[in-house]
């Protein structure tokens, strides 16, 4: 910032008369870039910067000297699940992004980068896969509940470990490997989860095993529902009802 023999303009901010000091400031010479940050970033404009540092959660981006954005790694993919910012960017990236909120007082932007698009959830993805539906896709990841299956660009479905095959299965890695291009049906979408259900052994499924399967599930939940109900109707203010000796 200064060298030996530089000189700069400073503001008096405190005199220590006892001590024989005078506390001077820089800064206060300038405006406070702060100061009208509402009106330079609103939200919802679009803005560029650079990725000056990456964290766990998150990357800051430099919009000017002195005034960083967070980047929050969750508002970097509509349908890509990232584990870490370098994922998809690197130091010293441009980078377009939107402005998600602005707190003047704790001094913090928020900025978006998936938001510079429509929710694909809201629109392509339930236009585009259908319950029924047959598709391929490569196996992705294998986990202990399931396995999860690209099915385009970032986008993933998840067929459970139910779903494999009629047998039970123990290990997924037993039926499938990653890399293993597999047809499957589309058993559900799921917007507000974001998820999408996937079935291998219901791939070659007529109409009237769907339908069963369907009438069964629903016996699950309704016989579920009336378990509850009917431990909540054995419960009073005083806790469960117990016969009287009488």
């Known amino acids: 910032m200064v060298q030996i023999g530089d000189k700069i303009d400073v503001k008096i901010l405190g005199v220590d008369a006892q001590g024989q000091q005078l506390s001077l400031g820089i800064k206060q010479t300038q ?23 990456l964290t766990n959660y998150g990357a800051f981006i430099e919009l000017e000297e002195g005034i960083d954005g967070l980047l929050h ?8 699940k990232i584990s870490h910012p370098s994922e998809v960017l690197q130091k010293g990236q441009q980078v377009k992004c939107r402005v998600l909120s602005v707190d003047q007082t704790r001094r913090r ?15 392509t993805i ?13 196996v992705t990841k294998i986990t202990n509940f399931g396995v999860f299956v690209g099915l385009e660009d970032n986008l993933e479905g998840l067929l459970h470990i139910s779903e ?7 290990n997924p890695e037993d039926v499938v490997k990653v890399g293993d291009e597999i047809e499957v049906k589309v058993l559900r979408v799921d917007s507000d989860e974001r ?11 007529t109409e009237e095993q769907h339908r ?34 009488e």
Request: glycine share 8%; net charge neutral; no cysteine.
């Open 31 to 53: 405006a406070n870039p702060w100061d009208d940050i509402m009106q330079r970033y609103p939200e919802n404009a679009e803005v560029t910067g650079k990725v000056r540092n």
């Open 73 to 80: 790694v969750s508002d970097m993919s509509w349908t890509r």
């Open 109 to 123: 932007i928020a900025l978006g980068m998936k938001q510079l698009d429509d929710d694909p959830w809201n629109t």
């Open 126 to 138: 339930p236009e585009k896969y259908k319950p029924g539906q047959l598709i391929r896709g490569k």
């Open 164 to 170: 494999l095959a009629d047998s039970k299965v123990e």
């Open 195 to 205: 998820k999408i259900g996937l079935s291998r052994r219901r791939v070659d499924w």
């Open 212 to 245: 069963m399967e369907a009438e069964k599930e629903q016996q699950q939940q309704q016989a579920k529902a009336d378990k509850q109900a009917e431990l909540k109707g054995g419960l009073g203010s005083e806790g469960p009802l117990i016969p009287s000796a």
